[in-house]
Every structure is written in structure tokens, then in C-alpha cells.
């Protein structure tokens, strides 16, 4: 019997979700497996795991700019060392789960428990094959800690492969699989079935808008792309998810309202049905967090960026625009001349759809799972 642990971490939803995906395929394809999938973080310290993960929260909505800071700093200088100090000290709680459970293979979707499980190995504490998944589209050197205790490393495209290598990390380690997807984004949807449950009308350009999340930055910048939607472009469908920011979704339908748009936006608090949405869209307007990314163009949707958080969403977003997956909406900019720019030339949108079919690793989890667990 074959024992693994997935380990993940809560600072957003990405590396979560990941391991989720990982968990559903290894349960869907694999037999005689014992699986356990571990908040890696909460598991060693929950007050700890309590305060960091508040943090991101807070700094990500009310000081992104801080966190964009520390994220950058985070590779180099003391705060790095603080780091990979403080995991050092925390690996030891999680050699106790690894001890009693003695897995054959580890995969983390999270640079914290990457660096805790190779800290042990190199301490020969323990024994795996050990798996980092990295969940966004930019690398960071947390993730690279002791790199020559970990088996793999699986990444969202070539250039970040390229650029593990060029760190010295061997090639034959490396793999650009894409981050690992649900298999849902797999399946087959009806659209006529899905724009009728919505109340929205069949050949008509749809638009998916994501309000901005868990942390609902730029709440300005978003209504006013919103505003432009509904008041520039009445043939456009847009479902619009507020999430869980009731003073947004209210806003959002007030403008409804005043620009009597009720037949063509709907607006949603929440949602579980993002893949029978994007099954139905024609673009998506979102943060360009890594998970939402890689749905978005395993759905083939060109992606209108939006208040990206300074670290790894502005590199998520500087990687999507200089690869024409994406137009990043920055502050200053003409919201309606972009927009015109988009819908007014049916080959951009052509062009954007392919190439995000180009770039899309639709098979990414099914890939991860038969090399990290090959041997």
C-alpha cells in the first residue's frame, strides 16, 4: 500500500485548491493508496498558523504595498532567514506526523511545508519522495530551500522551468505540467441549459467578472470597470460574483438598477459552479491569482486583469500580458478605450482565446500524479 500526504498551507485559496485536485485524482485513479491531505501550518502551530495567515489577510486588503515588500524581501535578507529559520523549528513538530504515518511520497503545494519536509530529509529524519508543486506563475526562492532533497518540481510553464534550471536546479527535476486543476474544468457543459438558469440569452458575448475574491481590492477600480460594461456595451452578458463583500454586491446592484441592466448581468454572492461558467464565457475579468489563471485558460478565456496583489499576482499579471493571454487594466488607464480596443476587433479576442488554449495544461494534476508517484 502506497501512503501519501498532500500538504498545503491557508494563505489564499491556491494552494488549497491545488492540493484538492491532486486529492481527487490520486482517490479517482489510484488503488490501494493511504491519503491524508494536512494543513501543513495549522498542524505544527495553530497560533502561529492563526497570526500569519491573519496577516496575509490583512496586509493583502488594507496594505497590499507592505505585502508586495515582504514578498520581494522574502528571497534574500532577513526576513528570509526569519523564515527559513522559523520552519526549521516547526519541522520537528511535523517529523512527528511524519514518523507515525511513514508515507512513501509527500507532495506540497505550499513553500513552507516544501522547506519543513527537505530540512528533514537533509537531516535524515526522514525518508520520501518529495514533491513541490509551485501555484503560481512566477518562481520564489522559499520554494527552492533545500532543493536537493526534493525529488520534483512541478511548475505552470517552460520559462519558470528554464528558470529553476538556471538556479541549479537539475533538469531532469524540473517539469512544466501547469498548476493542478479540478478535473470538472475536464467535463462537458450545456450551455443552453446554463444561460437559461441564469436567465440570459443564447448567442450573446458573455463576460464571467470576478469582484476580486477573499479580498476584494481596488473596490473602485472594479465598479468603475463594471459601470463601463453596463453603460458602454448593452449587448454583453455578464454573470458578476461579488463574493463575500455584501457592500460590493449591493453596489453592483444599484448599478443594475439605475442602468436597467436586470436581464443582462446577474449578480452572485457566491458561486460553486465556476466551471459551468467559464464553460459559457467568452472572457473573464479577474485578479489574477494562480488557481482563477489556470481555470481561466484551461477554459480557453482571454482574461481582463484586475487589481492584482503587488508579489505574485503582479507577476501572474505581468506574465499573462507579455505572453497575449491577458490585457492588465492598470491604474490611469482608459477603461472604455480598453474595452473598445477588445470588442470592436473580433481577431484580438480570436487570437487571446487561442493562445490561452495554447498555454492551457489541461491535464496538469493527471501529469503531476504519475510522475510524483512513479516511483
Known amino acids: 500500500m502506497k501512503k501519501i500526504i498532500i500538504f498545503y498551507g491557508s494563505y489564499g485559496g491556491g494552494h488549497l485548491s491545488a492540493a484538492r485536485s491532486i486529492k481527487e485524482y490520486i482517490e479517482n485513479n489510484y488503488k490501494d493508496v493511504e491519503l491524508k491531505m494536512i494543513d501543513c501550518m495549522e498542524y505544527v502551530n495553530k497560533f502561529f498558523n492563526k497570526i500569519t495567515t491573519t496577516a496575509y489577510s490583512e496586509l493583502a486588503k488594507k496594505a497590499p504595498w507592505v505585502w ?47 522547506q519543513m519536509c527537505a530540512y528533514l530529509k537533509k537531516k535524515n529524519k526522514a525518508n520520501f519522495i518529495l514533491s513541490t508543486v509551485m501555484t503560481d506563475y512566477a518562481p520564489h526562492d522559499q520554494w527552492l530551500l533545500y532543493s536537493n532533497e526534493v525529488n520534483y518540481f512541478f511548475v505552470a510553464h517552460s520559462a519558470m522551468r528554464d528558470s529553476l534550471i538556471s538556479k541549479g536546479i537539475p533538469e531532469n527535476k524540473v517539469f512544466a505540467t501547469g498548476i493542478p486543476l479540478s478535473n470538472r474544468f475536464l467535463q462537458h457543459y450545456s450551455k443552453k441549459e446554463i444561460l437559461n438558469e441564469l436567465g440570459l440569452k443564447q448567442r450573446k458575448k458573455n463576460i464571467l467578472f470576478f469582484a476580486g475574491g477573499e479580498y476584494g481590492l481596488g473596490k473602485g477600480k472594479t465598479y468603475e470597470i463594471l459601470k463601463t460594461f453596463a453603460e458602454n456595451f448593452p449587448d454583453i452578458q455578464i454573470v458578476a460574483i461579488a463574493g463575500r463583500n455584501k457592500n460590493m454586491k449591493e453596489k453592483f446592484a444599484e448599478l443594475v438598477e439605475d442602468t436597467s441592466r436586470e436581464d443582462t448581468i446577474k449578480i452572485l454572492e457566491y458561486t460553486n459552479k465556476v466551471p459551468e461558467l467559464m464553460s459559457v464565457s467568452d472572457l473573464v475579468v479577474t485578479k489574477p491569482g494562480g488557481l482563477t489563471t489556470t481555470e481561466s485558460l484551461a477554459s480557453g478565456l482571454p482574461i481582463i486583469v484586475i487589481n492584482p496583489i503587488p ?17 492588465w487594466i492598470k491604474k490611469g488607464d482608459d477603461v472604455k478605450e480598453i474595452l473598445n480596443s477588445i470588442f470592436s476587433n473580433p481577431n484580438k479576442m480570436k487570437e487571446m482565446k487561442i493562445r490561452a488554449r495554447i498555454f492551457a495544461k489541461r491535464h496538469s494534476t493527471q501529469d503531476i500524479c504519475k510522475i510524483a508517484l512513479k516511483d
Request: aromatic residues 10%; charged residues 25%.
Open 68 to 114: 508586495g515588500y515582504v514578498y520581494k524581501k522574502s528571497e534574500k535578507g532577513i526576513i528570509a532567514k526569519i523564515s527559513s529559520d522559523s520552519n526549521k523549528l516547526l519541522a520537528y513538530k511535523l517529523n512527528r506526523l511524519l514518523q507515525e504515518f511513514k508515507p512513501d511520497y509527500v507532495i506540497s503545494t505550499h513553500p513552507f511545508s516544501s
Open 311 to 327: 508579489g505574485q499576482e503582479e507577476e501572474n499579471a505581468q506574465f499573462l500580458e507579455n505572453n497575449g493571454l491577458a490585457i
